[in-house]
């Protein structure tokens, strides 16, 4: 069965400091991917997808990044956090694009102070 | 500019009776809606998806109905039971069948016993 492990599940940082947020996926081939972001009372907004290594498309313009080294590795950087950037951030995964049927991982509660 | 609208941040229903949650769309062009369910500490699962050339779905004690022309969907769990109480998202997909989804900010629902 397909399993998807994102972690941490808390990180508190200062602003200033970098990111990196990872998320695997197990059990499958080649899932699109996708990092999405609810911030305090808002939706869960998309921030990045991927259909495959090294493709990222970027939905909202912002102080992060994405990157996929490998075919079920998604990783979520940036260089310098803002406060802006605190918030819930999830990792998703489907077996095909527009299909909307997502799986997400259990998510990372960021907090930058 | 909120896309797809949750507008009751929580809800309160005894066990056994119906639970409506409700969603409300602006934009004509979305051509699927589903919804989500959230534990806490969980990522969110899939419940429930409905088309938009269709006007109801069920799935067990779970029912989606759509009203196009109100631009409105909302999700019925009758009998409401303990076990449902978590955070329900909707969700509506934009770009046809390689496209993405915009998600509402969620409604609480809890069910006493």
């Known amino acids: 069965s397909q399993t998807i492990h994102q972690w941490p599940a808390t990180l508190v940082q200062p602003v200033g400091s970098p990111l990196s947020l990872e998320c695997t996926v197990e059990?499958?081939?080649?899932?699109?991917l996708y990092w999405y972001r609810q911030a305090a009372g808002r939706g869960l907004q998309l921030l990045f997808y991927?259909?495959?290594?090294?493709?990222i498309s970027s939905e909202v313009p912002q102080n992060l990044s994405a990157s996929r080294p490998q075919d079920r590795q998604f990783i979520l950087s940036s260089k310098k956090l803002l406060l802006s950037d605190s918030g819930f951030y999830l990792c998703?995964?489907?077996?095909?694009?527009?299909?909307?049927?997502?799986?997400f991982g259990s998510g990372t509660q960021l907090s930058v102070l | 500019d909120q896309q797809v609208k949750q507008n009751s941040p929580s809800l309160s229903v005894q066990e056994g009776r119906i639970s409506i949650l409700n969603c409300d769309y602006t934009?004509?062009?979305?051509?699927?809606f589903l919804w989500y369910k959230k534990y806490p500490a969980e990522g969110p699962t899939f419940l429930i998806s409905i088309s938009s050339i269709k006007d109801k779905n069920e799935d067990g004690r779970f029912t989606v109905f759509l009203n196009k022309s109100a631009k409105h969907l909302s999700l019925h769990i009758v009998p409401s039971q303990p076990g449902d109480s978590a955070v329900y998202f909707c969700?509506?997909?934009?770009?046809?069948?390689?496209?993405?989804?915009?998600f509402g900010k969620g409604t609480k629902l809890s069910v006493k016993p």
């Open positions: 934009n004509s062009m979305f051509d699927y």
């Open positions: 991927s259909v495959g290594i090294g493709q």
């Open positions: 059990g499958t081939s080649n899932p699109n």
């Open positions: 998703a995964w489907s077996v095909s694009r527009g299909q909307g049927k997502l799986f």
């Open positions: 969700a509506a997909r934009y770009g046809g069948s390689q496209g993405n989804l915009i």
